[in-house]
């Protein structure tokens, strides 16, 4: 085998192993979702487990971001954009027109590509969604709050002095940990994380990495990358999209090494992509 | 002359760029240039267009200034040295050389008029021909510089710059000059009348006899009744604009279908150019009566000409500033935050009041100072329907008067240039400009305070 990807076989193998008896978190059943004329997702089934790490990876415009803004319905901010099939979270349909998309979203944090705090304080970026979901009861509790979630994403350290500056300030790796903060902020139950680092540098994506090691023991974390490092160093488990097709499925360093597809394996081997 | 002179320059300078790209192309083929053939054509150009602009700024003003002197000189020295009299000489003297003077003319007259063109025939000529010379040298200077070597392209780029720059200093230096010339009548203004009277008076009635004997002729300048007059107007204004401006942008920027936001904001726009005089009558014609019946119906003694009318009017007015840039502000703040703010769980509304309207923030107290500045400056709807009278009043059901519609009606009139009712209008306009200028400085500081930089 060829692979491009190097794995770090034995811990990848014991990571993999500690989520492998998770539970099923989210059940996507042949998810399409189309962009005015559009098909840009075709009959995708995709597991997701509770508390590990899953990387959808694949070349762009494989439809991996839009599978990642159906978890949380995202998609739904979109003109045009329609989505069929069944996607369940605890076997609860999150396409169910009973159900309140704010309070899904509340539940499915989600990080962006790019960094985007919001034009405030840093201690007011991170309380915002406790302020909207009225979760801290007075001004003691929302600061515990937001140290909390500041301290979970290693950002606390660096700002602890300056909360009062506004968002825009800090750093691009800084911002994007603060963004993390701000979704960790309202407790969800899942994290999607949208190419989280392609804005970053190597040492602020190191950090971010890391952080997503830990948020793994609380949270069930969706990534989109286009790094194949990146997916191997921090997934368990990975899904390759290609054309809009869900081609693969499997445990990181299977996908990786023993990949069962033609697909799967010319694009990690960096044959096309 | 200047037509023939500007034909050539023309013509000069069109064939110059010719010659100049042509040869640097021809050249370019043999040996690698610096500069791209069509800069040394323009480099050609400037050095035609430079000296020959030059030679036309300075030799018409003097050439003219030689002519008339010596066709003065048949007049007694007298008629010279008085500036009125000198000038209606000129133009008797003109009048005769172009045939157009009517009634008999002095022997005197006759000559001067023959000296004047005789000598005005020779120097446009002379300008004529020292302008064709300097232009043909500057081209041959121009064509001679092209070579391999020579940065023309960094030449024309400098005179661009210059050029601009001078551009930029017309506006800048018109302004300098408009505040100066008002400055120098308030201060003529102030010799008149106490600056302390004027700006704390409680009493406007600008009038000044004419004869001295004359009754009811000690004026009263006290600004007090305008600035309430002025403010109160523009406090209704802002209180039917804001609200309703700001709601629209959010509406049109946040919520409406692109098919409603194309026919609605166009819509919108055009009510920033209906005329003022227009809203003025429809002000006066029909929102005022009807305010007044109103009015009565409901027990309250509404005056015909109101504050209100006017200020509802002028609210209406400035709907469209308001909004139209409160929209382009709302607009340009990136969708990321809106995805963020989503992506939390907030709702849309919740989005807008805690994300994008602060982010917009800056933009739109911009957008409010910017209509401030125009309710302040309006004239016409004032004049219509708020009337003359200068009430120190703060009841927006009486007839009250601003800075503008006074400046309007002090200068419209056969009044002494220096009398002192004549000069307050400067010294008004003096206080409306400081006064607008100070909102603009403020709404630049909120402005520098508050805006958030996206990339």
Redesign the interface.
Known sequence: MNSMVQVDSASAIAAAAAVAGNPVKIVAQGVNVYYGEKHALRDVDLDIQERAVTALIGPSGCGKSTFLRCL?R?ND?I?GCRVTGKITMDDQDIYDPQLDV?????RV??V?Q?P?????SIFENVA??PR??GLARNKAELEEIVVTSLKRAGLYEEVKDRLGDSG?SLSGGQQQRL?IA??IA?SPEVILMDEPCSALDPIATAKIEELMDELRENYTIVIVTHSMQQAARVSQRTAFFHLGVLVEVGVTGEIFTTPRDRRTQDYITGRFG | MSLIYFTGLAALAVAGFLLGRNRAAVANRTETFHSRPSYHGAYVVVSVLLPMLLVFAVGVPVAHHLVETQALTVFDPSVLDDELRRGAALRDIVAVATGRHTGDATPALVRAAETWSSLRAWTDNLILAGGGIVGLLGAAYGLRAISATFRARNRVERVVKVVLFGCASVAVLTTVGIVFSVLLETVHFFQKVSPLDFLFGLEWSPQTAIRADQVGSSGAFGIAPLVVGTLLITTIAMLVAGPIGLFAAIYLAEYAS?RVRAVAKPLLEILAGIPTVVLGFFAALSLAPWLRELGQSLGLNVASESALAAGLVMGMMIIPFVSSLSDDVINAV?Q????????????KS?TIK??VL??AFSGIVSAMMLAISRAVGETMIVVMAAGLAANLSFNPLDAVTTFTVQIKTILVGDQEFDSAKTLSAFALGFVLFFFTLTLNVIAMQIVKRYR??YD
């Open positions: 949380n995202m901010t003109v704010v309070q899904l979203r509340a944090g989600m962006f790019k985007n705090p919001f034009p405030k915002y969604g909207i979901h825009t963004c701000r979704a309202v | 692109p990136p990321s935050l809106r995805d963020g703010s989503y992506g939390m769980g907030a709702t919740e805690r994300v602060p982010a958030e930089q």
